[in-house]
């Protein structure tokens, strides 16, 4: 019997679980020319906005141990112009496309969610209502249980039809499984676990933060434990609700984990950048890993870390 | 985007001190066909257990695929963090996980003209073999490098001799003439009839270069220096802010629309912040 590598989230199903992570594949051009894009289960777009933006000024980036901060700000160039250019790119590359969406406020979301409303070729939205890197904390929406529900009630509203709505939020919350129940009662249909941790590098020779931003994302191997964590308990609470993990994730072995805690499927971030065909190296290492432990499909080896010990 | 770009294993031929440099040679198959100066590889570093995640990005100092093992890289490399540090202590036999050519590659004229060419440190490594083609195509090659001191000027003798004149600057004096590339450039350009400057090193001598190249009004070709996550174009964190032939400034990726820019078209002096009138500024 061969190997069901299938995966669904919500009613979008996919080849395989291996995902790319939103603002981590660029426009899927980039990636393109390390390997053919429809070998992925899913390309995961760029979260989007209303209108071009420029993000936020350089120093973005500083390494850190087993991971990075990033302070990107959201650079992008804007929903019109991304549905033009991009979509139908993608489109022709024949890869399962989810769009990520990320506004400044509920309108915003409102706004986006009625421009993907007759968008043909689409899996699924990415609703990303907790990116860190936004000047005011006050509008990471999943950090609050009322604004994590408007966000992800006004996409429902507008989005209309079949489209399933992934929520993403953040695990710097104090339950993020309260948080996973607001959206999913509000008309999420699945869950996208984790975005980066909000954190700080203060450069020791300059004496100021290091980042122009001041602070920024953790992402990578660093941040994998905390996705591991808010993936099971999230799953605990929500086991019918489907998980899309991320949170440095560098190999099929990492890819195992956050499916045992109760993801579906596994977006590939930070990995990429330190290896442009990360995300068919660990495909190929995740199965290998499946099938050596008896799972006849992917679905099998979801949650099962979740189940109790028996003799 | 680089079209050309592969990601590799590649194996190190050699690795020798060279002041305060290393000079290393990679093998690297096809990649040596298609790499012209400017362009510039990203390889991965630690080995597969490290804790460093990203890539580490090297101008190519010289390139053939002529090599007794196929095509090969040079690359000169300043061990001054722990990822140039690591890879400067591997032995040839060594393998590598590689990535390239990357970025755009200095624009060569048609006509035969007088260069300047200006480096910064190790930033003086892939102005040779761009001296090599110009040379090869008529040009007048003439160069100045600069550096802290003595040690940090690099300047192979087969290189010194693809110039038609060299002029040295050390900030302590400790060879050449005392101070920076800049206080010499303005008198190179009016006596030598300098008609194109191509330059690289850090980003304040860059900054002064496009100032004298205006004053000039020479063209002005720089490969920029901003720090890099991935080098093929999908982080987003080495953009820098750019004026486009629209007017319009735009703050784009200096890994795929660079390193090699046109010195007049940056927006300077822009850390730390968005300059007004960015597109999409916010």
């Known amino acids: ?59 973005r980036m500083a390494e850190t141990p087993s991971g990075m901060l990033n302070s990107i700000g959201l650079q992008g160039p804007g929903i019109d112009t991304f549905l033009e250019n991009d979509i139908p790119w993608l489109r022709e590359q024949g890869v399962a496309i989810v769009v990520s969406i990320a506004g400044e406020s509920v309108e915003d979301y409102a706004v986006l969610a009625r421009k993907m409303r007759a968008v043909p070729g689409i899996s699924a939205l990415e609703v990303n209502i907790s990116c860190p890197n936004v000047e005011n904390r006050g509008q990471v929406f999943a950090c609050n249980p009322e604004t994590a529900r408007a966000a992800i009630e006004a996409v429902r509203r507008n989005i209309g039809g079949e489209l399933p709505i992934i929520a993403k939020l953040t695990p710097d919350v104090t339950n993020i499984a309260d948080i996973a129940e607001e959206v999913v009662a509000a008309g999420a249909d699945a869950l996208a676990l984790i975005n980066t941790v909000l954190a700080m590098v203060i450069d020791t020779n300059t004496m100021r933060p290091k980042l122009a931003g001041f602070t920024g994302g953790l992402s990578g191997p660093a941040i994998r434990p905390i996705a591991v964590r808010a993936i099971y308990q999230v799953h605990a609470r929500l086991p ?47 199965e290998t890993l499946l099938v050596e432990r008896g799972f006849n499909s992917l679905k099998e080896a979801v949650g099962y870390a979740h189940r109790e010990v028996t003799q | 985007m680089n079209k050309f770009a592969e990601q590799i294993t590649s194996e190190i031929i050699s690795n020798k001190k060279v002041g305060a440099y290393h000079h290393m040679v990679f093998s690297v198959g096809d990649i040596a066909k298609h790499a012209k100066p400017g362009n510039f590889v990203a390889i991965s570093i630690g080995g597969a257990t490290s804790s460093m995640v990203l890539r580490r990005a090297f101008a190519i100092y010289r390139a053939s695929d002529r090599g007794v ?57 892939p102005l040779f073999g761009l001296s090599e083609i110009l040379k090869s195509r008529g040009c007048r090659v003439d160069m100045v490098l600069g550096a802290s001191s003595a040690m ?45 400057i191509y330059s ?4 304040g001598m860059l900054e002064a270069i496009t100032k004298i190249a205006e004053e000039f009004g020479v063209m002005h070709q720089c490969a920029i220096e901003e720090s890099m996550a991935c080098g093929i174009g999908v982080c987003m964190t080495c953009v820098l802010p750019i004026k486009g032939e629209d007017g319009v400034i735009r703050m784009l990726r200096s890994c795929i629309d660079g390193p090699v820019v046109d010195g007049s078209s940056v927006i300077w002096n822009s850390k730390r912040k968005i300059p007004e009138g960015t597109w999409g500024a916010n």
């Open chain 1, 1 to 59: 019997m061969s190997f069901d590598y299938a995966t669904a989230l919500g009613s979008a199903n996919f080849n395989n679980p291996i995902f790319t992570a939103s603002g981590c594949a660029g426009s899927g051009k980039e990636l393109s020319q390390f390997f053919e894009l429809r070998e992925l289960g899913a390309l995961v777009t760029k979260s989007i906005m209303v209108k071009p933006r420029s993000g936020r000024a350089t120093p």
């Open chain 1, 240 to 286: 019918h609700v489907k998980i899309l993990g991320m949170g440095g994730v560098s190999s099929g072995r990492d890819a195992l984990e956050l499916i045992l805690a109760g993801a579906s499927a596994i977006s590939i971030g930070t990995a990429t950048f330190g290896d442009p065909t990360a995300c068919l190296r660990i495909k190929d290492e995740l």
């Open chain 2, 69 to 125: 093992s196929g095509g090969f890289v040079e690359l000169v490399i300043a061990p001054h963090g722990p990822g140039s540090i690591w890879l400067t202590s591997l032995a040839p036999g060594a393998t590598v996980n590689l990535v390239g050519p990357l970025g755009t590659a200095f624009g060569i004229p048609t006509e035969p003209v007088k260069a300047l060419l200006v480096g910064g440190g190790y930033g003086s490594a």
């Open chain 2, 152 to 196: 940090k000027i690099y300047a192979p003798l087969e290189g010194k001799r693809s110039v038609s004149s060299l002029t040295i600057t050390t900030d302590d004096g400790s060879v050449g003439t005392p101070g920076k590339v800049s206080d010499v450039i303005p008198s190179l350009i009016a006596n030598n009839g300098i008609e194109i």
């Open chain 2, 200 to 203: 690289c090193g850090p980003m």
